[in-house]
């Protein structure tokens, strides 16, 4: 059994891979994030598998692309059944636990026909997708289905804040002229600062939570899911990062006029969404993406007490720390708002991870191209443990220890991603039932290529056009390419693990054994 290490497993919901200075923002401060960018490796070229808060984390936990793990957007529950990170590790005597958000729904239907109470030791961990919920907050909490024991706004009252839902009245609104409470669900009221103070912020809230956490966990190795809510939407940020940044520090939007005159249909229905219409116009972009950028920078500076913190503690040198998001946000490229769909600016994601193992060394500082795809750190995490088990017969990605060690590998030449855009607005515009509205994409260095059930494809010559701008779906010149891309696709859909219930060494030991066992099948 190798130096166990403990794993720091950092997500920031709905972070861009560009809005970093380590990959390429020409104004962003984010000096502790780039410091992990200097001591580890920066996967440049890493993408999540479903551009959704939901299946996007059903992939970094489970190791499986959404078509395997079912959980297709959020709140859809993956099967109870479905083995996650902590069932991996814990057998590896790891605490596995989570601070911070998942968005996961348990199967509570497959849980109650199994005879599984939700409040046994095992019914908490299947509510929990398998953490310890040492802080479980998904980070939304509208006004109409408030948990009325909510840590953080029990948090906040600790701290002299009053009201009913503090989440809303004071950790996203500002306060008017008047006194009065400007919602953060506006994004028009994102250029004042938070009514919380910055260090009783969501952000800082959960990282002292992490610290506490750490200080109370005993000897055993562990694994700290670090799951931050922000910069994702509301995007209202404390005092004074709300004003860190200006309509100087935008960078232009990726769009052309061009784009909307024979518009996809499925992308068009998602541009008649109500953020893809507001973040379309310069008015919102001037407005938001300054706070978004205040968002990050805060997020950088928590993360560097976080790292100080371990440093004090002596952890720094027996702590792996990964560093990355479970998609991007538009921001008004290609003329939308949010996520989803499998424009660069969704899918690409920052991924670091810093290995403080001397095989490392090679590598520390630099930058990898490799196609990275999110479903390849549970692998990881299993190598780092020292597991034996491929688990060929689940798992779908690689791990990234020879890439960390610098050594020279067979790697893959393609990423994959998916989208089930069933429960948005866009299938009503589409008139598609709910089983109607899947897509798959595939990217190679030169082509991306995405199948829409239903609809032409689209296709994106990366090389020649890398910011997406001329679909050449429908060409004509390009149909032996969109040809091979499908059959390229196909291939991968059919080899996915549909069988997770047996392993392959199984298989092979059952293969040509019928006669051994007694079957004499077709015998004269």
Known sequence: MPDRKNILFIMADQLRSDYLACNGHPTIKTPNIDALAATGINFTNAF????????SRMSFYTGRY????????NNIPVRVDEKTMGDYLRPYGYRVGIVGKTHFKPDITGMKELGISVDSDLGVLLSECGFEPWERDDGLHPDQSLDPDLSYNRYLRENGYSGENLWHTVANSAEGLGGEVLSGWSMRNVQYPARVDKKHSETAFMTDRAMQVIEELDDNPWCLHLSYIKPHWPYMAPDP???????????????????????????????????SINFSRDECRKRVIPA???????????????????KLRGDLDNTVIVLTSDHGDYLGDHWLGEKELFYESAIRIPLIVINPDKRAEK?????????????????????????????????EGRSLLPLVYGEEIEWRDAIFCES??????????????PEECRAFMIRTNTWKYIYFDG???????????????NDLGKSETHKDIREQLFRQLFDWMRTRKLRPALSNKEIASRTGKGKQRGYLIGVW
Not at 256 to 271: I, K, T
Not at 420 to 433: C, F, H, I, M, W
Not at 455 to 469: H, R
């Open 48 to 55: 999540c598998q479903s551009a959704v808060c939901g299946p």
């Open 66 to 73: 959404m078509f395997t793990h079912g959980g297709t957007w």
């Open 241 to 275: 990062y709300h004003a860190l940044y200006s309509t100087e520090d935008i960078i232009p939007a990726i769009r052309s006029d061009r784009e909307l005159l024979d518009r996809h249909p499925v992308v068009s229905a998602f541009g008649y969404h109500e953020e």
């Open 292 to 310: 978004y950028m205040g968002l990050i920078s805060e997020l950088d500076f928590h993360i560097g007490r976080l790292i100080d913190f371990l």
């Open 363 to 395: 590598t520390r500082g630099t930058s990898n191209e490799s196609f990275v795809e999110s479903i390849d750190l549970l692998p990881t995490f299993l190598d780092l443990v020292g597991c034996q088990e491929s688990y060929d017969h689940r798992l």
């Open 420 to 433: 089930d855009y069933s429960v948005r607005q866009a299938r009503n515009l589409l008139k598609r039932g």
């Open 455 to 469: 609809f032409a494809p689209q296709l994106f010559n990366l090389e020649e056009d890398p910011d997406e701008m």
